[in-house]
């Protein structure tokens, strides 16, 4: 990955999308980025004149056909993994198709790919898994949803795994499942803009931050 730094231009948000995607997995931060502005106000979301990220999804294949998502939502995806822009922050979600995601070459392929340049690289809920199966959690502190946790210890023991943090940035940043990754998706805008702009863009979706240390479901 290339180095961490403020963003001072518009950058490319590629979210991963495929079949059985959580949803909330990939619309929160869809909607956090998107929404998020250097400028305050309503009447800021109206342009794309002070959004500082350019927010797409990406699947597999080029194809007419929808992505289904869990719960019906069909999904036609921006790019394919041949003809997507370069991403600078890289948002691998999870849901049930994480299973033979896993053990998908090519997919795998392209996340070591994309990770090389990208900016950040992180992952909502068992999206962890395609990461770790990746190699890019190696040694790493992450997490991943709390039915998924034992599954990411005992599949990937070179994995730090961290069982009560909503999210954990240690380079790759992974959260914990569904919802945590909006809160992950708002630590990446104060990472990128700086605090003032993701406390401005929660108030304005009326979402309440929460540290990584709140608490988070359990098993």
């Not at 619309?27 to 929404?35: A, D, M, N, Q, Y």
């Amino acid at each position: 990955m290339s180095s961490r730094a403020e963003a001072t231009e518009k950058l490319n948000v590629g979210i991963l999308i495929f079949e059985n995607v959580e949803v909330l997995d990939f619309t929160g931060p869809f909607e956090v980025f998107s929404r998020t502005r250097t400028e305050p106000g309503s009447a800021s979301r109206r342009t794309e004149d002070s959004a500082p990220f350019r927010v797409f999804t990406v699947a597999k294949a080029a194809s007419t056909t929808p992505i289904l998502a869990t719960g019906g939502l069909k999904v036609l995806a921006d790019f394919s993994f041949e003809d997507v822009p370069n991403i600078d922050v890289l948002v691998v979600p999870g849901g049930f198709g994480t299973r033979p995601l896993v053990e998908d070459d090519t997919t795998i392929t392209w996340i070591q790919k994309m990770a090389h340049t990208a900016k950040l690289v992180t992952s909502v809920c068992t999206g962890a898994l395609l990461l770790a199966k990746a190699g890019l959690l190696d040694g790493r502190r992450a997490t991943t949803h709390w039915a998924a946790l034992e599954l990411l210890q005992q599949s990937y023991p070179k994995v730090e795994v961290e069982k009560t943090l909503r999210w954990v940035d240690d380079e790759i940043i992974s959260s914990a499942g569904v919802a945590a990754g909006i809160d992950m998706a708002f630590h990446v805008v104060e990472s990128l803009c700086g605090k003032d702009v993701a406390d401005e863009t929660a108030h304005y979706i009326e979402y309440p931050r929460h540290l990584a240390t709140d608490p988070r479901s359990s098993t």
